[in-house]
């Protein structure tokens, strides 16, 4: 799945990364009514396409997929573009990895299944532009999503 051309000008782009096309697919649904763009992929390359050539003000990630681990992905990102927000979605959300994501400098990482009304605001309080006051962790029982039209 991918969205590469720009249906809402002037509004952030979000960056979603997973190798599952059904999280992506919830991804983009859940941020469809909100004031930013969102661009999903399931190709890392692609994803760090965009991150070059576009205004890019934020990249969510998988911690697991098969090309590339997703806090070395997003590590690159960093480097490449260090004003990005970056975020890690996981379905293996152990104390180790949350810790050594944090220690990397990833403040939040959401769990999968998410809770989306958590998710939504946690992603708009971070394109405002303001910072978390402390690491967190968006917990809770994922939403039902709406069905797709």
């Known amino acids: 799945m991918d969205s590469p051309s720009s ?3 002037g509004r952030p782009l979000v960056v979603l990364l997973d190798d599952e096309p059904r999280i992506l697919a919830s991804l983009v649904r859940l941020f469809r009514t909100e004031p930013l763009e969102a661009l999903a992929t399931e190709c890392p390359d692609e994803a760090l396409e965009w ?12 911690y697991r997929m098969p090309e590339i681990d997703g806090v070395r992905f997003l590590e690159g990102v960093r480097d490449l573009s260090p004003q ?11 104390e180790s990895m949350v810790v050594d994501c944090r220690r990397r400098g990833l403040l939040e990482v959401i769990p999968k299944p998410w809770n989306n009304d958590q998710l939504k605001r946690l992603v708009l309080h971070r394109l405002s532009g303001r910072r978390s006051e402390s690491p967190s962790i ?11 039209p």
């Open 7 to 9: 249906d809402h000008p």
């Open 51 to 62: 991150i070059r050539t576009r205004e890019v003000r934020m990249v969510i990630a998988d």
């Open 138 to 148: 968006c917990l809770g029982a994922r939403e039902p999503s709406p069905a797709a």
């Open 84 to 94: 990005v927000v970056r975020l890690m979605i996981t379905g293996y959300p152990d």
